[in-house]
């Protein structure tokens, strides 16, 4: 088992910046593939951004490349999300998800642990 928790989410002004992230705890860190998610209220749940396991390689959804960064810290048991440059849209749910496998890391479905996610939001 791999327990993950989030943290860092808030209120934010368009335009501003947060960083969420997400402590895990469990087996070995450095095994898992690990993914930031996000659900807006009455939408489902969307994929973010991944990365692999040694953090060589990362991976973002279109709408927010250019604007978030992911990154981990193996040593450190964390994966983080530095999100710039907000907006309202960016309102929602932030979750971290952790896969042993990535064939489909922009899937929901391909991930075996979630966190409780942390709240987000951005006003006008």
């Known amino acids: 088992q791999v327990q993950l928790v989030e943290s860092g989410g808030g209120l934010v002004q368009a335009g501003g910046s947060l960083r969420l992230s997400c402590a895990a705890s469990?087996?070995?860190?450095?095994?898992?593939?690990m993914g930031w998610f996000r659900q807006a209220p009455g939408k489902e749940r969307d994929f973010v951004a991944a990365?692999?396991?040694?953090?060589?390689?990362?991976y973002y959804a279109d709408s927010v490349k250019g604007r978030f960064t992911i990154s981990r810290d193996n040593a450190k048991n964390t994966v983080y999300l530095q999100m710039n440059s907000l907006t309202p849209e960016d309102t929602a749910d932030y979750y971290c998800?952790?896969?042993?496998?990535?064939?489909?890391?922009?899937?929901?479905?391909?991930?075996?642990?979630w966190g409780q996610g942390t709240a987000v939001t951005v006003s006008a």
């Open positions: 469990g087996r070995t860190f450095s095994n898992y593939f």
């Open positions: 990365v692999s396991w040694g953090g060589d390689n990362t």
């Open positions: 998800a952790g896969t042993s496998g990535a064939v489909r890391y922009g899937s929901q479905y391909e991930y075996d642990y």
